[in-house]
Structure formats: structure tokens, C-alpha cells
């Protein structure tokens, strides 16, 4: 999948998720996805995907100290795994959650804007495995921006605010169905208790 399909992609399966889930729509309604890949992770069995995305931190961000809460950061290193595994796999399921790690590096305040990215070190045949790095985007890339390069991938990164990781269980198995022999006889012991009951 091309880099532009693979953001279609990514953001249609955001778009799917985000009135579904109210502390994803109350924490990231302003959250921008600029950037989306699947990228060759040196396995022929798999590829890894990665995604880039912005959020301007407002005051539902911070906590009583007026810098970002680490719920929230929490929050992001959950967001951007799901994603990036969307990214490399092309899925709209993107499992549940089985661990998630964070680090608190630094403080970022209401005002500053984040730029998230996420990727994918493995898919397996039942977990995904993701980092997510959660960064200060520097003012002055902010300042440059035009209309063109507001979505754009990376070019300067920002001091770290927090880095995660984030395991996913993966394999959903279909539901298993019923011998069918024993169908057959569950039906016929039915009919026999029915028949049964009229006579």
C-alpha cells in the first residue's frame, strides 16, 4: 500500500473509531494524523507500519500543575499503537490492549502543540508489538508552516515528552462452529421431544 492510501487508511479507521470512544473523542478531537506508512521491517512475513500525528495541548490536557496530565500521555501511547498497527497491517481490528509502558521525560503545557509517532517493531500471529514517542513540536516549525507543509512528515523534532510501549493481542479466532452430526442430533432429539408432548 502506497503512503497515501496507507494515510486514507489510517484515517478512516480513526474517523470510525472516534465517536464510538468518548475519552478518545474528549482527549483527541483535535488530533491531526499527517502521516501514515507501511515500511519493509526486514521480515518477509510482516511489515511494520508508522504513524505521525499532532495535537495542540488546551487546558483538558493538563493536570493541577497546568502541564500535561499523564493519563493523557497514556491515552496518546494507546491511540498511536492501535494506529500505527492500522498502518502496517491495512486492518480496521487492531486488537486490545495486553501491556502498555510509559515514561515521563518532560513537561509540556497548554499552548505548546505534541507530535506523536508511533510504529511498529512486530506483528505476530497474535501480538502486535509498538513504540510511540511523544514529542514538544519546536515552535519555530510551527511558525514555518504553510498551508503545504502543515501536514507534512517530520523535519525538526521537538525535545521528548514521554516515550511508550504498547503490546497488542492481535488474533481474533472465528467463532468455532458445531459438529455437524451433533447439530443433526440436537435437531432430531427436538423433534422426538415435541412429537413426544402431542402424543
Not at 497515501?4 to 464510538?20: D, E, K, S
Not at 494506529?83 to 487492531?94: D, F, K, L, P, V
Not at 521525560?105 to 513504540?131: C, F, K, M, N, P
Not at 507534512?152 to 468455532?176: L, N
Amino acid at each position: 500500500m502506497d503512503p497515501a492510501a496507507t494515510l486514507v487508511h489510517v484515517r478512516t479507521h480513526w474517523a470510525g473509531i472516534q465517536p464510538n470512544s468518548p475519552i478518545y473523542n474528549l482527549f483527541f478531537s483535535g488530533i491531526r494524523i499527517v502521516d501514515a506508512r507501511r515500511e519493509d521491517v526486514g521480515s518477509s512475513s510482516t511489515s511494520g507500519g508508522r504513524i505521525l500525528a499532532r495535537l495542540p495541548v488546551v487546558p483538558i490536557h493538563v493536570n493541577s500543575k497546568h502541564i500535561l496530565h499523564g493519563a493523557v500521555s497514556a491515552a496518546l501511547v494507546d491511540w498511536a499503537g492501535g494506529m500505527a498497527i492500522a498502518a502496517a497491517t491495512g486492518r480496521h481490528q487492531t486488537g486490545v490492549s495486553v501491556d502498555i509502558h510509559v515514561s515521563y521525560v518532560a513537561a509540556a503545557r497548554a499552548g505548546d502543540e505534541l507530535e506523536i509517532e508511533a510504529w511498529v517493531q512486530r506483528v505476530g500471529r497474535s501480538l502486535a508489538y509498538t513504540s510511540i514517542e511523544i514529542r514538544q513540536r519546536p515552535r519555530e516549525a510551527r511558525e514555518d508552516d504553510d498551508a503545504a507543509a502543515a501536514d507534512s512528515p517530520v523535519r525538526t523534532r521537538g525535545p521528548v515528552v514521554a516515550v511508550g510501549s504498547h503490546t497488542k493481542y492481535v488474533a481474533f479466532a472465528e467463532p468455532k462452529k458445531a459438529p455437524e452430526a451433533h447439530v443433526k442430533s440436537e435437531a432430531s432429539d427436538a423433534v422426538a421431544d415435541a412429537e413426544h408432548k402431542a402424543a
